[in-house]
């Protein structure tokens, strides 16, 4: 179902009927508002008439120009206006990647609304930078607000940050200054997020910096960070390989797993086949050198608690923690019986 009132091949045919043959072949072409919705560059149209590009240029921009002082496309606010109101209820600028797709579904007819958007005097195109993919606006001073607010919201991002949606949302709204009320909700945040270059949202819809491995997955590794983050607890690399399959539908095998978990430093092996993330804490190491770095971090502990911090930190069995305090040549008893270094 489209979101439009009127019918953009009736409306193009008759803002461009005036045109002569070859000035309309030159717009049909080069927006694609031909049956195969084909876009052509300035060189293919060139070779078809024997002329170079450059002369292409000036016959396109000469026929746009005529379409603009037509009294067909004079007549026709109603259609610049609907559209200028689709853009209005999106925050006043959005990604033309979110516009047209929402306007209608076939390639063909999103060429005809993207050629209204450069003949519209309402309309601005943002040209795509390192911050932004290609926009569109109705408001400058919308946009200037919009920008700002998305260059601080991701100077505010640490590189291994992932935050939940509704989150991401209400930070980047509060880097907003004086917004509109009418704006300042999720659907319009959205959509003004995914301008953005520089922040994205991985499979599992949390957002970070475009860059990172947590969002822009590339392979076994960083689908393994995400599943084990979602369990919140260490897994066996069977385990996480099943999750990954079930997660994101890749069918990983145990092997490539394993071999992926012991490459990267993001994870930690805590016991036999056992892997936690670093970042919660868990260290490496045998469960004497374990044991040595709490008592360490501690000074003098008792039994129960070297037990306690050692399970913390590692997937020991007790007797091992406990074969491995008794090692005279590492560990001994205090006067007031707590463990000290030997």
Avoid at 105 to 110: G, H, R, S
Wanted: positive net charge; aromatic residues 10%.
């Amino acid at each position: 179902m489209s979101t439009i009132s009127f019918k953009p091949k009736q409306f193009t045919k008759k803002i461009t009927s005036h045109l002569q043959d070859r000035a309309s072949d030159v717009i049909m072409n080069r927006f694609g508002l031909t049956t195969d919705a084909e876009k052509k560059t300035l060189e293919e149209i060139g070779k078809k008439y024997g002329i170079t590009r450059e002369r292409v240029r000036q016959i396109e921009d000469a026929a746009l120009t005529s379409i603009k002082k037509s009294e067909a496309y004079k007549s026709e606010h109603a259609v610049f206006d609907e559209l200028k109101q689709i853009i209005n209820s999106f925050g006043s600028i959005v990604a033309e990647h979110d516009l047209l797709p929402h306007i209608a579904k076939d390639q063909a007819t999103q060429n005809h609304i993207h050629f209204y958007l450069v003949l519209g005097d309402a309309f601005k195109r943002h040209r795509e930078d390192d911050h932004f993919h290609v926009r569109w606006s109705v408001d400058d001073t919308m946009v200037e607000k919009v920008h700002d607010g998305l260059k601080k919201l991701y100077t505010s991002l640490k590189d291994e940050d992932l935050i939940p949606e509704t989150e991401m949302i209400k930070k980047f709204l509060d880097n907003l200054k004086d917004v509109a009320e009418q704006y300042r909700n999720e659907e319009v945040a959205r959509r003004w997020l995914s301008m953005s270059k520089r922040v994205a949202k991985n499979p599992l819809g949390e957002w970070g910096k475009a860059t990172s491995p947590n969002v822009r997955t590339r392979g076994v590794k960083d689908y393994a960070f995400l599943v084990m983050r979602k369990h919140g607890s260490p897994m066996h690399f069977k385990e996480v390989a099943d999750a990954i399959t079930h997660t994101f539908g890749k069918k990983t095998h145990y092997a490539t797993c394993h071999n992926e978990l012991i490459k990267d430093s993001r994870f930690v092996l805590v016991g036999r086949g056992m892997y936690a993330l670093a970042e919660w804490g868990y260290k490496t190491g045998i469960a004497r050198e374990v044991i040595r770095d709490i008592i360490k971090k501690e000074g003098p502990i008792s039994k129960e608690d070297v037990v306690e911090k050692v399970m913390k930190e590692r997937y020991f069995k007790k007797n091992t923690i406990l074969v491995n305090l008794q090692n005279p040549k590492y560990f001994k008893k205090n006067k007031s019986g707590l463990y000290v270094l030997a």
